[in-house]
């Protein structure tokens, strides 16, 4: 069955099931080099912050970017590797931080990313999974941060490793800088660090329901499109879900910011054979969230809404409901991204089971 498939089924399987040991481990093992590095950048006054990577990478810092103007105080950008090597962003200082990310550290355009920001004044620093001699990200920057997940399959604990770390660096520069009080710093972290059993918690509640929703949205035959809308943290997690259908079962998805879903009209491009993903754990978008579900529901297209206790009433609109354990909005991506994952994996699957096969190479 694998042998058949796009991508290593088996393999993600693993690294998904793992998640919740390998995050605690992260935070666990890399909690001291994250504090000093804290203290080290609050001691630079450091004014701003950049988060440069591709693909998972990049929407790893899209869905942290809340968690550090929250809790650090600081204004935070997301930036596409290629983008940022290739036009750059003016007027940075020894007071930008650049966390340059690439988990397999191998050449890509992330490596002229990191050579752009290491000819700035710029404090670097790295994160990969992968610190082979000769690898950038852990050698040539003032900072590495190590989480030692691991990609074999398509990136899930990878993603989730990193917005781990990303999300603890943000609470202690906060602690540093005094944005957070010692009092909330610890009730922060420690609502970071209880995150892993929930997401163990998770998978075993919900990995049946994730099969029936995955056998629905195959059963037609119909090539279905899949349309992710989020805000704020949740939109970093809307691009990872769009990543995941292409790095895994190979289908259509496009991810959008709730807004642009109402302001663009693209309630008007949505058939009803489609889907669209609604991540809405509680937060400052839930108005605009209960109205796409409602236009979505006027459409009789598919609608899978991914909420937690405070966004319930969204569900009467929707097909499937997913409820989250709730977190500071801040902090939901790591459990906003499971049932994404368990969802690709299961399209994967059940289709492989069905008798996908990988199609032959354009000469």
């Known amino acids: 069955m694998k042998d058949n498939s796009l991508m290593p089924i088996e393999d993600t ?51 942290c970017r809340l968690a550090f103007e929250r809790y650090a105080g600081l204004p935070t950008e997301a930036l596409q590797a290629f983008e940022y090597a290739a036009y750059g962003r003016p007027h940075s200082s020894g007071q930008t931080v650049a966390i340059v990310i690439s988990s397999s550290g191998r050449p890509t355009t992330t490596w002229d990313a990191l050579d752009r920001v290491l000819a700035t004044p710029a404090y670097a620093v790295g994160i990969t999974d992968n610190p082979y001699p000769g690898n950038p990200f852990s050698e040539r920057v003032h900072t590495a941060l190590i989480p030692g997940a691991s990609k074999i399959g398509w990136p899930t604990q990878t993603t989730t490793a990193t917005i781990a770390i990303l999300l603890d660096l943000a609470i202690e520069i906060g602690r540093g800088s005094q944005t957070l009080s010692t009092t909330e710093a610890d009730i922060v972290s420690n609502q970071l660090r209880a995150i892993p059993g929930l997401m163990q918690n998770f998978i075993d509640d919900h990995s049946a329901v994730i099969k029936v929703i995955a056998a629905d949205m195959l059963k037609s035959g119909v090539r279905r499109t899949y349309t992710f809308v989020g805000a704020g943290p949740s939109l970093g ?50 108005q605009r969230y209960h109205d796409t579900a409602k236009s979505v529901r006027a459409q009789g297209a598919k609608l899978i809404v991914v909420v937690d206790n405070d966004t319930k009433y969204i569900s009467a609109f929707a097909d499937y409901t997913i409820i989250l354990p709730q977190m500071p909005e801040a902090l939901t991506p790591l459990l906003a991204l499971l049932p994404l994952q368990l969802l690709s994996l299961e399209l994967a699957t059940q289709k492989v089971a069905a008798g996908y096969k990988r199609p032959s190479k354009v000469p």
């Open 237 to 286: 997690v809307a691009h990872n879900g769009m990543a995941l259908l292409a790095e895994g079962p190979q289908e259509v998805g496009i991810a959008i910011a709730v807004e642009e879903f109402h302001h663009g009209l693209h309630i008007a491009t949505i058939g009803s054979e489609d889907v669209v993903i609604v991540i809405a754990p509680h937060g400052a978008a839930d």
């Open 13 to 63: 399987q693993g690294e998904i099931l793992a998640q919740p040991i390998v995050v605690a481990e992260v935070l666990r093992k890399c909690s001291a080099v994250v504090r000093a590095l804290a203290i080290d950048l609050v001691r630079r006054r450091m004014r701003e912050l950049l988060i440069i990577g591709s693909g998972d990478s990049w929407f790893a810092g899209l869905a």
